[in-house]
Every structure is written in structure tokens, then in C-alpha cells.
């Protein structure tokens, strides 16, 4: 049995375990689950240790027949793309739980329903990066809306249950797409090479150019609204002011990053072709993504609907990396995809810390925090730090990647993308202005500063953050075989850069 | 001298057993007392049912494929099909034996001093479990017969019980009996069509049997009218049975008027009898003449699909609400029509399969939702029932999961495999029309979701109530089935494979 299957038993088995603890030890459940998900984090210790670094291929294989009848198999295995997506899941897993340990007791359901619904979530987040069968991937990435959905709409604020069907609506509508593509490469596949749904025997299908162009549009739909790309976002802002901080993390961190990890490991390896003749569309979008995501940003009143509209923004980045189609821009969204990871489960963190103690997401209401709450203040500082990518923080890395990997093939792109940057610095420095900074605003005098379980929450994000900020080349060396090999799989060669100037 | 044709008993077994056990439940209802005949007639029917599959179990292992003249084909989508409406039958008398949904006297006018008098009496009439087997051994009859013939007699022999069991409700009596008028006057003139169509085909190829007609299709290059007006007409009485549009309009009065069990088994046996005979008529009867009935079910089935899903989003009450969905799936079912192949047969007999359990379960805990009244149907009186019997709205809302097609349910397996074949074959616009009807009616099923969790209980009058014993083990039954084959679903899969062929 591979690690990887390991790995996601591991929560499920938790979900058992949280049935049988005796009703009315509330405490008991929060621990038991976290426990549950840091034996989970070890292990994906472990994991990351085992990883033989250099080689590209895809490492803790385990293939076993599912639905033997499709060619349909429980296949898993990792590159260094999944297995730093995988590792960021597992931390963030029992970061989340320990910082949001009241947030199941307002919910609809008990609290021992949250943490099922969260452990099944791990499970899934864990099996939708390893899975190598497009099948499996299928029915995890769908499957996986159910707990999110529940979870907004049991555990949410205000207008949870509308805002839960928007996302449900929305994901499903974009995953039926996909179905209907996965169907089609599968009819195709049957024909050629018989009955698989094996990403790297897919890879092989001669498919005609317009057939081939429909298929890669049904999968990148699907991932455009996952991953939000303009103007198939809508459904974000809306579903992140409604959810509790830890599902937003998991949302935002976690999920939609399936959305761009999709496009690495499906759009472009199955159908290169297809994405040659879209990528200047989609590099169009994601242009627009990070500015109009930055602008909305700027306006922003509701300090979560801030951070949703900076994730487009920021998704936008990682689309525009992904699709400049060089193995610099592919490993810096790869990183991106990471650091945004982190940076946004530090804003959602501590936005809903503030939020909780002062009774309000409004930014307006917020003011003078630094005075009051030192250490709260300075927690959201430096995410928000983060998320404009100052230099020395982990973000400007990835977005330094992203830019130079564009540059090469498409420095207009580049050029364009940069001012993204100079808004980022105005909506976050805006933020900090009103929320931390100037005179305290009534009403926030007596707020009390983070105890020490929120303290060790956040401290390991903040550390990691600041850690890959300095030092990135432990993931840049995962990342770097596992892009360069998807690209050449893909037939694009790196531009040369042009010497002599 | 005439000699007797020679009919194989043996193979038509299991439609002579379900046959004679209805005629015992007839002597049943005419001499046994009237308290204790409930159980008597449960435990008859259930038997009948149990003793056909058993022997159905045989007949798969026979040789000799044809029986009666060939007139009906003993071949793998047969036994697939009665071997699944034998199942889910099982089930459905599981349901019906809780007696106190049906009419104490069913002669007695609605509102009249004699039916007041046969409730007070606790007199229960029990004639809907011989009517249910005779409606069943039509079932049986109408997937495996090959000539025009014995498929008409099949189609009434199926019919005409259901239309007496659509009126049988006890309360809210003038709406069944309503929904039992239209439902006969609707489905008399549907037969009417099927036999018109019947004779034009005879007209046309010379020919009642299914093989006949495709033989004649192929060789005959002269005048398709005939042919054409005869598969119209035979399609519009088979259309009908299966609930597509344009001639859906029958479906959601009658789902909501018929005691809640009955619908539940016309919902689930009906279609996928009705389903089995279209797909062996279109298969083995109008093969060859494909291109010229495509475009037309093609459109159908888009309609049939849009329809029903567009419709659905504005119903409030539940079995109106199912009823329109079931409409959407014989729109998916068609695409299978359109495969024209293997794999969209054996889409179709998994797909038949998983719909008629996760159907009946759903149809199973609308029995329960009650008031003092009666059974509650109205949608907006269901809102916060998840937070009053979370069991209950659990195991509803795995089963419209399973309607919307949602991955690790047996829906979204159904759906896959479906429409696998059907691209198989290039039907790339049903397919693509058929996911995103798939999104629509995602919508309506996950509304329905939303009212039962996401929202607190406005009417206090609305409960749960605990089911008998026997409801119990179906609901559960199909609850078990539907994320057992969601999530292994090889186990039924192979079968359907191994099943999906038929013999001219």
C-alpha cells in the first residue's frame, strides 16, 4: 500500500473514531481530530522525506483495479507538484482546526459534524492531488463539494445556504463539462489504446484539433471555476464572506488550487495542442483576473470579500504562469500555488479573529489595533506583507517566477502583470492603514489580543512564510524536475534568453 | 390434425408464477376473513415474487432462448430486466403491505356515508396486491415479447391494474381517483396509437415479429411511409409509457394523486418494463432503419430532458417535484435508445437498475413525512426536517445525490456509462445536452437539500413518522444499493455487460 493511500485512510479512519466518542465530550472530539490530522502531518513528514528528488517521474505508485469493466483504477502517485500541494494540505489541516477550535459550536449541527466533515474534506484534498486516474480525480474533485458545501451552509455566517448553493451550483455545472470531456477522451482512448483513464497513457491519444480543442475546453472550464478566473469567479466572494475562517482556508488554500493544479496536470499534458491555440486567450483572462481582482480589492468594505478578491487577483498570477508555457513560470506558479496557500490561511486566520472579537468584517470598524492587540496586528502585518510579495517573504518568490517565466515568451504579459504588484501594495497597505494603524476606533479599546492557542496557530504559517521567503530552494528543487517535465511532455521548449543585453 | 404449439413452460416460468399467485390473492380476497387477510396477501405476494426469481435463476442457465412460438426472446437483457423488476417489485409490496395507505373500500364513493362506515369498521380491502402481481407479470411479459402482439397484450396487461392502483389512495381521495381517470383515458388512447402503429408495421413488412420487420426494412427499398407512420404511432404509445415529452403531461398528476407505494412502483417498474420493450424494439425491430427515426427521438429525448428539468424547478410538492425529474431520466434513458450499441445497453440496464432502487427509496420516505391528515407532499412543509429526523432527511437527500448524478453515488456511475455509449456511437449533442441538464436538475434536487438543513422548521404539525418494520428494510435496501453500487459498482456492472445482448 502506497503512502499516499495511507494518507487518506488516515482521516477517514478519524471520522469512524468520531462516532464513537461518547455525546457531549465536545472537547474530546476537537482533540481527537486534530490529533487525528497531525498523525496525518507526520506521516506526510515522512512522505517528504522518502521523496527522491531529480527524478520526474511519478514516485509511491500504487494502481488497483476500481471498475474493471471502464478500465477505471484506484491510481495514485506524486511528482513534486502534488507533493508539495499535498504537504501544504496536511499543515494546514490542524492549523485550521486548532485556530477555528469554537468555530463548529455555532453551526447548524454539531460540532462532531464539522470535524467529520473537515477530516472527509482531508481525505479528498489529499486524493485529488495524488490521484494519476482521470476517473478517480473526476469523482474526487466532484465529491469533494459535498463536505464544503455542508460545511458553508451548516457552519457559515448570514447568507450561508444561498451562498453554499452558488458554490455547489457553479462547481457542479463546471464539473458536468468535464464529465462530458472525460467522456470524450475516454471514447477516444477506447478506440486507440483500449479502455484506461491513466493520465500518462492518455497523454499518448492522437486526437484531432477541433475535437481535441472541445475536450481541453470542458476540462479548463471546469478548472477556471474552481481555480476563479474571471468572469467565472462570481461565486468566490460570496462563498468566502459566508464561511467560517477554516473552511475559507481549506476553500481558498486548498480546493481551488485543484482548479490550477488540473490545468498542469490534465489541461496541458493531455491536450498540448489545444493549449498552445488558447493560450493567448487565457493569458487575456488572466491579465484581467489579476487586475480586476486588485481593483475590486481596493473597494472592498468586508475584510473577507478583501481577501476573496485578492485570491483572484493572485489566481490570476498562477493561470498566467502556468500558461507562459516555460518551466520558470510553471515552477513559480507551482510555488505560487503554495505560498498562496499559506499567505491567504494567514489573512482568513486572523481577519476572523478580529472579526470575532470585534463583532464585524467591516474594515471600517476595525483602527488602531496595533495599539491594542500588538500581536494580532502584527500576525495580520505580515500576511498582509505576504500577500503583496514583499521582497522577503515567500510570495515574491513565486510571483518573481511567475513574471520572469512569462517574461521570456511574452513580456507584454509580464509588463502588464507587474501592475498588478503596484495595486496589490494599495489594496493591502490600504487595509493595514485603516484596520491597524491611526487612532483607535470606539469600541475596539477593550478587544483582547490572541491567547496562546491562536498564537501557536499562526506561528507556524507566519514561520513558513517567512522561511521560504529567504530560503525556497527546498521546494523550487521538488518543483523544478516536475515542470520541466511536464513542459517537455508538452513540446514546449524554454526561450533561450537573449544575450547581450 | 392440429397439433398444439409448443409453448417451453419451463422459460415462462416466472411470468406463470407471478400469474398464479395473483389468481391464489383473488381467491384470497374473495374467502379468507378481512382480518387477517393483509398478511395473508403480503406474504403470498412476497412469495410469488421471491419463488419467480428463483426460477428465474433458472430459466438463465436454459438453453433454448425462444419460448412460446417465438413470440417472447429468454435472452440476457430480458433476464436482466425481469430479474430487476422482480427485485424491485419485492420492494415495492415491502412498502404497499403497510395497508393503511390505500382505501378502505375502494367502491365507495369518496366522502360517502358507506366508506365512512368501512373505516370505521376497520374493514381493509386488500385487492392491491393481486392487482400489483398482475401488473407485474405485464412487466415481465412486455420486455421479452417479440411480435406486436404479444407486446400489446403485454403493454395492457402491465396497464390496466396500474390505472385501478392509481385510484386506491385513502386520503385526499378525488385527487386519486382524478389521476386514475386521466392516467386510463390517457393510456387508452396511448394503446390505441401503439396498435395502429402495430398495423401499419404489418402492413409494411408483411411481417408481427420484431425480426420480421427488420428483415423487411432491410430488404424493402420502396415505400417507407408505411414504415414511418408505423413507427411513429408504436413510438407514441411506448413514448407515453416511459413519461417522455411531448406526451409526459400524464405523469406528475398521476405520481402525486396515486397512494405514494403505487407511484413508487409505477416510477421504478413501469419505466424500466416500458424501457426494456423500447430499447428491444428500437434495437432488434427498427434497427436498420435508423437513420430515418433518429433525428426524431433525438429531438425527443433533448426535449424530454429540458422539459423535465426546466419543469421541475417550479414544483412544490414532492411527487410533482419527482415526477418531472423522472421525466428528465427517460430523457437520459433515450440516449441509450440513440447508442444503438453494446455499452449503451449495458448503460442502460445499470442505469434502469440503480434508478429504480434509489426511485423507490425516495418514494419510500415521502411515506413517512405525515401529518395528522396524511402524508405531507408540499415541499414547503418539509422545511427543518433534517433538524427534526436527521435519519430521514439523511437517507432523502443520499437519494437525490444519487438523482443529480453525484459522484460515489450509483446515479453518477448510471449516468457515466450511459452516456459513455451513447458518444460511443457520436451523439456528442445528447450527451452535451444531457450534463447540462444534469446541472438543472442538480438544482431542484439540492433546493430541496437546502429546505431540509439549511433552513429551521416553520410548522411544528409536520413529522416523521417510524416506519413499520417492513419499510424500514426497503428504505434501507435502497439506500444500501444505491452507495454499494456508487461506489463498487463492477459488482453489478460485469452483469450488466455480461446481460446487455439481445437475440432476433
Redesign the interface.
Same mark, same amino acid.
Given at each position: 500500500m502506497s503512502i499516499l493511500t495511507v494518507l487518506e485512510l488516515i482521516p477517514l479512519l478519524g471520522v469512524a473514531g468520531l462516532f464513537v466518542i461518547p455525546k457531549g465530550s465536545t472537547n474530546l472530539v476537537k482533540q481527537f481530530a486534530i490529533f487525528i490530522s497531525a498523525i496525518d502531518l507526520v506521516i506526510s513528514i515522512l512522505m517528504v522525506v522518502r521523496f527522491k528528488r531529480g527524478i520526474s517521474a511519478m514516485q509511491f505508485v500504487e494502481s488497483r483495479n *476500481? =471498475?474493471?469493466? @471502464?478500465g477505471i483504477k484506484y491510481a495514485v502517485g506524486i511528482d513534486g507538484i502534488a507533493l508539495v500541494l499535498i504537504l501544504m494540505t496536511t499543515v494546514l489541516v490542524p492549523i485550521v482546526l486548532l485556530a477555528g477550535w469554537n468555530e463548529s459550536e455555532n453551526g %447548524? *449541527?454539531s460540532p462532531r459534524v464539522y470535524y467529520a466533515l473537515i477530516l472527509t474534506l482531508e481525505t479528498m484534498m489529499v486524493g485529488v492531488f495524488a490521484a494519476t486516474d482521470v476517473f478517480l480525480f473526476?469523482? =474526487?474533485f466532484? #465529491?469533494m !463539494?459535498?463536505p464544503v458545501y @455542508?460545511l458553508i451552509?451548516?457552519y457559515g455566517r448570514g447568507e %450561508? #445556504?444561498a451562498a +453554499?448553493?452558488k458554490f /455547489? /451550483?457553479y462547481s /457542479?455545472?463546471g464539473g !458536468? !463539462?468535464m !464529465? +462530458?470531456a472525460v =467522456?470524450?477522451t475516454?471514447?477516444i482512448a477506447?478506440n486507440q489504446i483500449g479502455s484506461t483513464f491513466d493520465v500518462k497513457a492518455l497523454s499518448t491519444l492522437h486526437i484531432d484539433s477541433a475535437t481535441e480543442n472541445m475536450l481541453f475546453l470542458g476540462f479548463f472550464v471546469a478548472f477556471a471555476i474552481k481555480a476563479p478566473l474571471w468572469p467565472l469567479h462570481t461565486w468566490l466572494p460570496t462563498a468566502a464572506k459566508s464561511a467560517t475562517p477554516a473552511t475559507s482556508v481549506l476553500l481558498l488554500g486548498v480546493l481551488d488550487k485543484v482548479g490550477t493544479y488540473g490545468m498542469i496536470r490534465f489541461c496541458i499534458t493531455l491536450f498540448p495542442h489545444a493549449a498552445h491555440t488558447f493560450t493567448p486567450a487565457i493569458i487575456v483572462l488572466s491579465l484581467i483576473s489579476i487586475l480586476y481582482g486588485a481593483f475590486l480589492a481596493i473597494g472592498q468594505r468586508d475584510i473577507n470579500g478583501l481577501i476573496a478578491f485578492t485570491s483572484i487577483s493572485h489566481f490570476g498570477f498562477i493561470t498566467l504562469g502556468i500558461f507562459a508555457m516555460t518551466s520558470q513560470g510553471l515552477t513559480g506558479a507551482s510555488l505560487y500555488m503554495v505560498n498562496h496557500g499559506f499567505s491567504t490561511a494567514a489573512l482568513f486566520l486572523v481577519a476572523g479573529w478580529m472579526a470575532s472579537r470585534r463583532g464585524s468584517t467591516k474594515i471600517e470598524d476595525f483602527g488602531g489595533l496595533q495599539r491594542v492587540t500588538p500581536v494580532m496586528a502584527w500576525a495580520f502585518f505580515l500576511a498582509g506583507m505576504s500577500a503583496l510579495a514583499l521582497p522577503g517573504l515567500s510570495s515574491f518568490v513565486s510571483e518573481f517566477l511567475v513574471l520572469v517565466g512569462t517574461f521570456t515568451r511574452y513580456p507584454l504579459a509580464a509588463i502588464l502583470g507587474t501592475t498588478g504588484i503596484v495595486l496589490a501594495a494599495l489594496y493591502v497597505l490600504l487595509t493595514v492603514q485603516r484596520s491597524l494603524h491611526g487612532p483607535t476606533t470606539p469600541g475596539n479599546e477593550s478587544l483582547t489580543d490572541l491567547n496562546l492557542r491562536e498564537k501557536i496557530a499562526i506561528a507556524p504559517v507566519i514561520a513558513i512564510l517567512i522561511i521560504f521567503g529567504f530560503f525556497p530552494k527546498p521546494i523550487t528543487d521538488v518543483l523544478n524536475p516536475a515542470s520541466h517535465e511536464v513542459m517537455t511532455h508538452a513540446g514546449f521548449v524554454d526561450p533561450l534568453p537573449k544575450a547581450g543585453k | 390434425m392440429l397439433t398444439a404449439p409448443h409453448l417451453t413452460y419451463s422459460l415462462l416460468a416466472p411470468i406463470l408464477i407471478v400469474l398464479g399467485g395473483a389468481l391464489i390473492g383473488v381467491l384470497v380476497e374473495a374467502v379468507i376473513k378481512k382480518g387477517s387477510r393483509a398478511a395473508i396477501q403480503t406474504t403470498i405476494a412476497l412469495g410469488t415474487l421471491f419463488l419467480a426469481f428463483v426460477y428465474l435463476l433458472k430459466v438463465h442457465t436454459q438453453t433454448s432462448r425462444t419460448a412460446a412460438v417465438a413470440s417472447v426472446a429468454i435472452d440476457g437483457v430480458g433476464i436482466f430486466i425481469q430479474g430487476t423488476i422482480l427485485i424491485l417489485s419485492f420492494i415495492a409490496v415491502l412498502y404497499i403491505a403497510d395497508t393503511d395507505n390505500f382505501a378502505a373500500q375502494a367502491s365507495a364513493v369518496p366522502g360517502s356515508d358507506e366508506e365512512r362506515v368501512a373505516i370505521q369498521a376497520g374493514k381493509q380491502q386488500t385487492e392491491v396486491f393481486p392487482l400489483t402481481l398482475f401488473a407485474v407479470s405485464g412487466m415481465l411479459l412486455f420486455p421479452i415479447a417479440t411480435d406486436l402482439i404479444t407486446l400489446f397484450v403485454a403493454l395492457e396487461v402491465l396497464s390496466l391494474p396500474l390505472y385501478l392502483m392509481a385510484g386506491l389512495s385513502r386520503r385526499r381521495r378525488l385527487l386519486s381517483q382524478e389521476a386514475a381517470l386521466k392516467y386510463f383515458l390517457l393510456g387508452a388512447f396511448s394503446s390505441a396509437f401503439f396498435l395502429f402503429g402495430a398495423a401499419f408495421l404489418y402492413g409494411y413488412s408483411g411481417s408481427i415479429t420484431l425480426d420480421g420487420i427488420a428483415t423487411a426494412i432491410s430488404t424493402n427499398t420502396s415505400n417507407d411511409v408505411f414504415l414511418l407512420i408505423g413507427i411513429a404511432f408504436l413510438s407514441v404509445g411506448l413514448l407515453f409509457k416511459i413519461g417522455a415529452v411531448p406526451f409526459h403531461s400524464w405523469t406528475p398528476d398521476v405520481y402525486q394523486g396515486a397512494p405514494t407505494p403505487i407511484t413508487g412502483f409505477m416510477a421504478a417498474c413501469t419505466k424500466i418494463a416500458a424501457m426494456g420493450a423500447t430499447l428491444r424494439i428500437f434495437y432488434v425491430g427498427f434497427g436498420p432503419a435508423q437513420w430515418q427515426w433518429k433525428p426524431i427521438i433525438l429531438t425527443i429525448a433533448i426535449l424530454t430532458m429540458v422539459v423535465g428539468g426546466v419543469a421541475a424547478i417550479a414544483q412544490r410538492d414532492v411527487k410533482r417535484m419527482l415526477a418531472f425529474s423522472s421525466i428528465a431520466h427517460a430523457g437520459f434513458l433515450l440516449a441509450a435508445v440513440l447508442a444503438l450499441n453494446g455499452d449503451g445497453l449495458k448503460g442502460a440496464l445499470f442505469y434502469l437498475a440503480t434508478y429504480g432502487f434509489t426511485t423507490l427509496g425516495a418514494f419510500g420516505v415521502i411515506t413517512l413525512v405525515r401529518d395528522s391528515s396524511g402524508e405531507v407532499s408540499d415541499l414547503n412543509r418539509w422545511v427543518g426536517l433534517g433538524k427534526k429526523s436527521p435519519l430521514a432527511a439523511s437517507v432523502f437527500t443520499l437519494f437525490l445525490l444519487s438523482f443529480a448524478g453525484i459522484p460515489l453515488t450509483s446515479g453518477f456511475i448510471a449516468k457515466f456509462s450511459l452516456f459513455t455509449g451513447a458518444y460511443e456511437t457520436g451523439n456528442t449533442v445528447v450527451v452535451v445536452v444531457g450534463v447540462l441538464t444534469s446541472a438543472i436538475t442538480a438544482f431542484f434536487y439540492l433546493r430541496v437539500v437546502v429546505m431540509l438543513f439549511f433552513s429551521d422548521p416553520k410548522n411544528s404539525s409536520v413529522s416523521v413518522v417510524i416506519p413499520s418494520i417492513m419499510t424500514r428494510t426497503a428504505i434501507a435496501i435502497c439506500a444500501i444499493v444505491t452507495i454499494v453500487l456508487g461506489v463498487a459498482p463492477s459488482l453489478l456492472l460485469n452483469t450488466a455487460q455480461s446481460f446487455a445482448t439481445f437475440i432476433r
Open positions: *476500481w =471498475i474493471s469493466n @471502464f %447548524r *449541527w473526476y469523482v =474526487i466532484e #465529491a !463539494l459535498i @455542508f451552509g451548516g %450561508r #445556504a +453554499a448553493m /455547489l /451550483l /457542479l455545472l !458536468l !463539462l !464529465l +462530458a =467522456i470524450g475516454y471514447v477506447t | -
